[in-house]
């Protein structure tokens, strides 16, 4: 089935205009660089910034030495510690996902959409041909199975770039804004 | 001697038992919690890995086949039971058409799996960062609800497709209920 799809792609952007063939390529089979990025590196793992708390640290200093107050900055220098080492490199990580279009996974989606309606039509070809063959008939893919197959990709990829699109409002308007206004409110209160 | 100069600030003792109140509590949460909240981090990134979308899509991709093939089982059963030869072109144009519903099925579920997946992973970074600025974290879907979800798509586009293939079904004699009733009312995988 790949095989017969790429030799009607290939018909297919042969007839195009080469600038408009090179631009219908790249909107639909992209450069795959970046395409399988594996799990991202999680730098916090493995720390605690409570670890060195010591709770009773201050407890013998005159009431004159503010001992409560000593102790209650540690507390806000280990929370900062904490968050600066487990979360901001999330909130950084989740902040450069996001391009001028939508997410840096889309290249992913757009390969595994094109790799499961591809297979599935092999796949499924497959069994028709062999179920025709118990009945001892041949089986030969007709252009409409091509066409359909064709069709059912673009139907997949558009798709996958519009959930790619929304995804990028929702990180944008859901995860990330509440960042900013709490930085800024943040710095106002200081 | 003028000015006043009243003795230095004293601290209320309250205040150092509420900073070493504080404190103890925190030591409880470093110890017991972030271990938990790294955990969680880490299956949320691994969401990004591609195990979790070669084991979520081949599951959706074979679900949707399930149904197909059950459905189609049942209509090639009634349509034989009734003398129809498999090499006419009628059974053939229909039965090819079927196919390539099912294919159309199966990979554009497979893909919406993989896109959900991906979802799935941002989500959980987003709660992860709603942690990190204090806000409340939303119920996460399971795998299980997302994948049901993904199977009831599944089932109401084959219903449809066993349904526009009318012409098998009066050759066959059976009707989308039959098709429905064997092979396209699982809802689970």
Known sequence: MGDLIDDEMRDFFASLNPQVSQEVQDFYFPNQEGDNRGVPTYSGQGTNAYSNISPYRYSGLAPEDMGGDKLYADLIRAQTQDYMTRFAPVENFLASEITATGTKALQGDLTRTRQAVLGAAENVQGQQARSMGRYGMSYTPSRQVGNSTVSALVGGLNDTRLADADRRTQLLTGSLSGIGQNAAATGRSA | ?189
């Open chain 2, 1 to 189: 001697m003028g000015g006043g100069g009243g003795s230095d600030p004293k601290e209320q003792e309250s205040k150092m038992a509420l900073a070493e109140q504080a404190a103890i509590s925190l030591q409880r949460y470093g110890a017991t919690f972030v271990p938990l909240e790294n955990m969680y981090i880490q299956d949320t990134l691994n969401q990004f890995g591609n195990d979790a979308y070669v084991d979520s899509m081949g599951r959706a991709s074979t679900g949707t086949s399930a149904i197909y093939e059950e459905g189609l089982g049942e209509l090639n059963r009634g349509a034989f039971a009734r003398g129809l030869d498999p090499s006419s072109g009628a059974y053939q144009n229909e039965s090819g058409a079927l196919r390539d519903a099912q294919a159309r099925g199966m990979g554009l579920n497979a893909a919406s799996t993989g896109i959900a997946n991906t979802d799935q992973a941002y989500k959980g970074l987003g709660n992860v960062v709603r942690m990190g600025q204090g806000l409340a974290t939303e119920a996460m879907d399971g795998n299980i609800n997302r994948m049901n979800n993904q199977m009831d798509v599944a089932n109401a586009t084959a219903k449809r497709d066993f349904a526009r293939s009318s012409s098998i079904q009066n050759i066959a004699g059976t009707g989308v209920g039959i098709a429905a009733g064997y092979g396209l009312n699982k809802g689970t995988v």
